[in-house]
Each structure stands twice: as structure tokens, then as C-alpha cells.
């Protein structure tokens, strides 16, 4: 295990950072802050999540929703804008290694937002926050496409996507905020530190490489790496990782079983294979649906989103189009099934089970016939609606025609439905199983 994540955990923590905003001079008015990934080196550029700038943004975040806006320059945020940029050890320069190298354990001290020494703990030597400048804020018009068909319309109300739980206490307003910002990334660029920039000319360039569309298919693992809780506490935070699988895809928009915390927002999502990419920044960590927590984190493909930065770039300024050239380029090429497969046939045979605002997963074991737990598709449950996943998708009512008692150590209904399933490949049941073979957890 430790060979097949080797390479990603290095690159993972290598780009790893946190990013802070606050009010010039305001202290008393807090701080935002998320994860990011940093991108290249000398110059320093780092893509981050855009959600930490809607209090600043001049216009409010209704400019995020505005008809044709795909991107916004960086004097759309207010003047008193204040940046910090943090990063490990990984990432921090040859002479900050060294020096990593000659620190002992020692106990851990909380860094703030401002900038000051670095900050030991536990062998880490945390660089202090750097000053950096917004360049834009960016989003990925697919994403945001995709999102509006598969969690818009008349179901939109059932699902949150928000860093607090449905019964915390948020304003509307700041609901709608998260909202809106929800597909906006953050490209910065960190104010040039001549010592440091001198000692790390070695390593001038791109700092991650980047999975091609196509390249990582569902089901492949992926190594999230972010800061839950932000720039609350880096020296035990910072650059956390969590492993997971690429859960599903819809275009740009992807899911995956990784355990994400608040905080996380714009941290960077690789690949055991190819080794180390880029796959996906994290769009939002917790999502609800029917007041129910779902155990799954959305995310961002960066290949598009990086894409949009480039093109941003181009039509800044002449200043900028040197700097679209230091983004990541696109490594390998594309293998197994593309990102737009509806996945291999097992899949196909998983179905979405409603009873009420009850909701879970079947299979499906006959045309008629879908197998689900009993606490989905209780006995009593008078009609079960069930859905198919795309490009065939169907809605097919049914009943219940046989679930265990509640006392039962088994948790299994069986679901007649009132018409067939059709193009559904029906699963095959195992018959042998062996200690050791390879298993992956459901939702």
C-alpha cells in the first residue's frame, strides 16, 4: 500500500497549503480561510476555493450568478482584501528542508493568520503565512451545468451543500452565499520572498501535474489532501489526508467516498494512477439530503478548471499571459473507461429506492424485482418508487412483497415493480469467497 501511494502522498503534500482572508485592519470582524493547491513555483500561483471572498466581493455574490460570468478579475473584491498563504514542510523551499531536518519534537503552537516565525510541531516546520494577491475568480462552466441539472429543479430543496449541519444555525443569506459560490475557484499568486526565491530556483516551474479527462476511472482510488477546520490550528491540521475511490462522475463533477471536514474546500485530490496527478479540487466536503447525512464529497475536475484559468489569463492583461504558461500541463494518457462511461455493468444493476423521504440504494435481481434493506422499503410502505441510473434512465413504481421482521438479524426487502426493467444486466451471485479479496464499501 504504502509503494501505490507513495508517489501521491509526496506530490499531495508537497502542493498542500492554506489559504486566509481577512479585513485590513479589522481584526475584530475574524477570518476566512480554506485549503489550496499550489501550482507552480517562483512565481508562487495557488488555486483555492472561492467561497472565502463573497464578503468582499464589491458587487455582493450575486455577481457569482450574473448571466455569461465565468470569471471575475481581482478588483472585484474590495481593497481591503487581505491575503496569507500557508504551506508545510513538503512545500517549503531547500533551505526551509534542511532546517526541518535539524527540528526536534516540541509542543504544538497554534499558528494565527498573521504572519510571523514559523511554527514547530511534533518535526514540522510550518513557513509562516505569506501576503498574496487575488487574480481572479474562476469557475468551470460545465460543473456548474452539471450541478444545476442533477440538484436544481423541484428536488433542490431536499439537498444542501453547505459546511454547517441543517440545523446550525446560518442565515439564509449566508446559505445562499455557499450556494453561489459552489463551482468558483481562486487563482493567487504569493508575494515573491527574495531569500526564498533565491534557495528554491532549483525548483522553479509547475508543482503538480494534472489527470487528463478520462484518465482516472470510476472506482479508481484517490488521496484527498486539505486542512479541515481552515487556518484554525495548521500544526495538527494542515495538509490532512483522507483515501477514497472515485465514487461516480457526471462531466466535470465528481463524487467520492473520501472523508472531507470543513476547511478542505479547494484542497487537491490525486491519483495513485497516474502517479501523483491532479484529479480534482474539493467543491464542497458535507452534503445533505432530506436533512440526512450523505457520506460523500463533491468535487471539481481540475483539467477544466484549469483550462478556464488559462483562458481567464489570456484576457486579463498582457501582465497575466506569461503566467498562463506556469499553470500544470496535462500528464499521461487516458486509460480504462472515460469519465462519461456509465460505468461497468454492475453498476448499471444499482438502482435509487424511495419509500416516502426514505431513500437508499437496490440492486436489481430480476427485470421486476429490486433487492433493498427493510428500513428503505419497510413492510407497510405502500408504494416504492424506484430509479435507474443515466443514459438509460427510468422511474418505475412498486410494492413491497416481502421484508424481514424488525427483529431479524437481516435487513432485506424485496420490491415488486409494476413494469420491467429494461437494458438492466442482471448481476451474478457469488458463490466462493476468500479471505483477502479485495471489497469496497457502500453508501
Same mark, same amino acid.
Given at each position: ?36 493547491? %499550489? ?12 467561497? %472565502?471572498?463573497? &464578503? ?16 471575475? /478579475? ?20 531547500? +533551505? ?12 504544538? *503552537?497554534?499558528? =494565527? ?15 509562516? &503565512? ?6 481572479? #475568480? ?19 430543496? *431536499? ?6 449541519? !441543517? ?16 463551482g468558483w475557484f481562486a487563482l493567487l499568486r504569493v508575494r515573491p520572498d527574495r531569500e526564498e526565491e533565491a534557495a528554491a530556483a532549483e525548483e522553479r ?6 489527470? /487528463? ?5 470510476? =472506482?479508481? @482510488? ?10 484554525f490550528c495548521p500544526d495538527i491540521f494542515l495538509n490532512t489526508l483522507s483515501r477514497g475511490v ?7 463533477? #465528481? ?6 471536514? /470543513? ?20 467543491? +464542497? !466536503? ?16 481540475? $483539467?477544466? #478548471?484549469?483550462? +478556464? ?8 492583461? @498582457? ?9 500544470? !500541463? ?11 462511461? /456509465? ?16 431513500? =437508499? ?19 407497510? +410502505? ?12 427510468? $422511474? %418505475? ?45 457502500? $453508501?
Amino acid at each position: 500500500m504504502a509503494r501505490q501511494w507513495g508517489p501521491s502522498m509526496r506530490a499531495a503534500e508537497k502542493a498542500g497549503c492554506v489559504v486566509s482572508a481577512s479585513r485590513a485592519g479589522q481584526a475584530e470582524a475574524g477570518s476566512w480561510s480554506c485549503s489550496g493547491v %499550489i501550482l507552480s513555483r517562483c512565481p508562487d500561483l495557488v488555486l483555492c476555493h472561492g467561497g %472565502i471572498f463573497t &464578503p468582499f466581493l464589491r458587487a455582493g455574490s450575486a455577481a457569482l450568478t450574473a448571466a455569461g460570468a465565468a470569471f471575475l /478579475p481581482g478588483d472585484s473584491c474590495g481593497d481591503d482584501l487581505r491575503l496569507h498563504v500557508q504551506w508545510g514542510p513538503a512545500a517549503a523551499s531547500p +533551505a526551509g528542508r534542511a532546517e526541518r531536518g535539524r527540528t526536534g519534537l516540541c509542543t504544538p *503552537q497554534c499558528a =494565527g493568520p498573521e504572519p510571523g516565525p514559523p511554527a514547530r510541531s511534533g518535526g514540522r516546520l510550518l513557513q509562516p &503565512p505569506r501576503p498574496a494577491e487575488l487574480l481572479l #475568480l474562476l469557475s468551470c462552466p460545465a460543473f456548474r451545468a452539471h450541478f444545476a441539472r442533477l440538484f436544481g429543479g423541484e428536488a433542490a430543496e *431536499q439537498w444542501r451543500f453547505a459546511s454547517a449541519a !441543517p440545523d446550525d444555525e446560518v442565515s439564509e443569506e449566508e446559505e445562499e452565499d455557499q450556494l453561489r459560490a459552489l463551482g468558483w475557484f481562486a487563482l493567487l499568486r504569493v508575494r515573491p520572498d527574495r531569500e526564498e526565491e533565491a534557495a528554491a530556483a532549483e525548483e522553479r516551474g509547475p508543482v503538480v501535474a494534472v489527470a /487528463p479527462p478520462g484518465a482516472v476511472p470510476k =472506482g479508481a @482510488p484517490l488521496l484527498a489532501c486539505g486542512s479541515p477546520f481552515g487556518a484554525f490550528c495548521p500544526d495538527i491540521f494542515l495538509n490532512t489526508l483522507s483515501r477514497g475511490v472515485l465514487s461516480n462522475a457526471a462531466g466535470p463533477l #465528481l463524487l467520492t467516498d473520501a472523508r472531507c471536514l /470543513p476547511g478542505t474546500e479547494g484542497g487537491g485530490v490525486f491519483a495513485a494512477r497516474p502517479a501523483g496527478a491532479l484529479v480534482a479540487l474539493v467543491a +464542497a !466536503p458535507l452534503c445533505w439530503k432530506a436533512r440526512e447525512w450523505v457520506g460523500l464529497t463533491l468535487l471539481c475536475a481540475a $483539467t477544466p #478548471l484549469l483550462r +478556464a484559468a488559462r483562458a481567464a489569463l489570456g484576457r486579463l492583461g @498582457p501582465g497575466t499571459h506569461a503566467l498562463a504558461a506556469l499553470l500544470p !500541463p496535462e500528464m499521461g494518457a487516458p486509460w480504462g473507461l472515460p469519465l462519461r462511461d /456509465p460505468g461497468p455493468p454492475w453498476a448499471a444493476a444499482a438502482v435509487l429506492v424511495e419509500c416516502g423521504t426514505v431513500w =437508499g440504494s437496490g440492486v436489481v435481481v430480476a427485470p421486476r424485482l429490486v433487492v433493498t434493506c427493510r428500513h428503505v422499503a419497510p413492510r407497510e +410502505a405502500a408504494r416504492v418508487l424506484v430509479r435507474t441510473t443515466p443514459p438509460k434512465s427510468a $422511474t %418505475i413504481w412498486g410494492h413491497v412483497v416481502f421484508a424481514t421482521q424488525e427483529t431479524s438479524p437481516y435487513d432485506v426487502a424485496v420490491v415488486s415493480l409494476e413494469k420491467d426493467l429494461h437494458g438492466v444486466p442482471l448481476p451474478v451471485p457469488a458463490e466462493h469467497f476468500h479471505e483477502g479479496n479485495e471489497g469496497r464499501r457502500t $453508501t
